[in-house]
């Protein structure tokens, strides 16, 4: 079953996430991540930091691998996820650039570039614990509504809703690129540990149908109940569509120690 842990807001689910990250980089220096842009797991990251300066957690042999990334967008913009991911992870906790992966979403390449992609996570050894975020429309990593749960990294065209949602990061709606390169579904099974975050009223029915729904391509998110070990760490806003809530705080409350997250 999907682990659902209720959290009193996001400050806590970063904290939470980070010891889990921690005690991975503990366990195995060269660690691997998988990395979500957005605003969910922006708490994660800076309990992260928090914890890697405060405690001098070497983090030198981490590696990681971001979800996704738009395609035709020169990586040096600002909305880059190269950019995104180097300004709101790589830089505050201090990893090493050259570990920190991203699909290359310039254009001349792009054809060969999914392969390329999951050849690199392979040879890393796959992903230990990957980050995820969800979009208003089902989405993880930008598999949009439809994307085969078998999927592997590829270019897809971005959804109406997702360049909506998105566009408060660029000047203008029509300024957020029309395609994108995305980790796929089955790319995201693969990793030995889901953690999918989401905060407030606007994510409550994405997560609802992601984990009490059918499984169903028109919710993407809903792979992660195919997946042996998936935690949804949410606020009591984005649980509020959830109907076994009473069962997912039951459970977490009489969890042994080393079973939690
Ligand atoms: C980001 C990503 C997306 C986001 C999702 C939610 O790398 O893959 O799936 O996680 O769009 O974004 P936020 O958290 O900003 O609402």
Not at 81 to 109: I, M, Q, W
Not at 171 to 177: C, E, L
Not at 180 to 187: D, N, V
Not at 200 to 221: F, N
Request: hydrophobic share 40%; aromatic share 6%.
């Amino acid at each position: 079953m999907t682990e659902v842990v209720i959290v009193d807001d996001s400050e806590q689910a970063g904290a939470l996430v980070a010891g889990a990250m921690v005690r991975l980089i503990t366990e195995k220096a060269d660690a691997v991540f998988g990395l979500a842009t957005g605003s969910a797991p922006l708490p994660v990251y800076t309990a992260l930091a928090e914890r890697v300066s405060r405690e001098r957690i070497d983090v030198s042999r981490v590696r990681g691998f971001a979800l996704d990334e738009y395609v035709g967008l020169d990586v040096a913009q600002p909305q880059s996820y190269r950019s995104v991911v180097v300004r709101e992870v790589v830089e505050p906790v201090g990893f090493d650039p050259r570990r920190v992966h991203v699909p290359n979403g310039a254009l001349d390449t792009i054809q060969g570039e999914g392969e390329r992609y999951e050849k690199a996570i392979t040879e890393a050894g796959g992903i230990d614990l990957q980050l995820l975020g969800i979009g208003t429309n089902g989405h993880i990593g930008f598999n949009e509504p439809s994307s085969s749960f078998a999927s592997l990294t590829r270019m897809k065209t971005l959804s109406r809703q997702t360049r909506e949602d998105n566009a408060r990061f660029f000047d203008s709606p029509d300024d957020v690129p029309m395609h994108c390169i995305t980790q796929g579904l089955g790319t995201i099974l693969r990793a030995r540990h889901l953690v999918l975050l989401a905060f407030g009223e606007g994510k409550a029915s994405a997560i609802a149908r992601a984990v009490e729904g059918p499984l169903t391509a028109k919710i993407p998110a809903s792979a992660v109940q195919l997946h042996p070990r998936a935690t949804v760490i949410v606020d009591e806003a984005a649980a509020s569509q959830l109907t076994d809530v009473e069962y997912y705080r039951y459970a977490w409350d009489n969890k042994l120690e080393w079973e939690k997250i």
